[in-house]
């Protein structure tokens, strides 16, 4: 079994910058391909950014490209998830996921954090 448990969240102004974790444990999260998802009130969930299992490889939601940088340490077992330029409709629930390959599809996960809430005030 794998836990995730993210954090970071909270309030931030329009304009603002946060940083998220997912901590991982239960396993090494070498042996998983990352990745971020949000959820925002009477919508689905949306892909953010996902990450393979060495780095080397990221992506991004046209929504978040350019202002969201998704990184990890295998060291530390810790995924992240670095915003600035945010905006109000950023504001969502953020879920980090672990899963055997990158996807944007969110089926192709097996393991989720319980999330944690980010809102963007204008």
């Known amino acids: 079994q794998v836990q995730l448990v993210e954090s970071g969240g909270g309030v931030v102004q329009a304009g603002g910058s946060l940083r998220l974790s997912c901590a991982v444990s239960?396993?090494?999260?070498?042996?998983?391909?990352m990745a971020w998802f949000r959820q925002a009130p009477g919508k689905e969930r949306e892909y953010v950014a996902a990450?393979?299992?060495?780095?080397?490889?990221?992506y991004y939601a046209d929504s978040v490209k350019g202002r969201f940088t998704i990184s990890r340490d295998n060291y530390k077992n810790i995924l992240y998830l670095h915003g600035s330029s945010l905006k109000p409709e950023d504001t969502a629930v953020y879920y980090c996921?672990?899963?055997?390959?990158?996807?944007?599809?969110?089926?192709?996960?097996?393991?989720w954090g319980q999330g944690t809430q980010v809102t963007v005030d204008s």
């Open positions: 996921a672990a899963g055997i390959r990158t996807s944007y599809d969110h089926t192709h996960y097996e393991y």
């Open positions: 990450i393979n299992w060495s780095g080397s490889n990221t």
């Open positions: 239960g396993r090494t999260v070498e042996n998983y391909a």
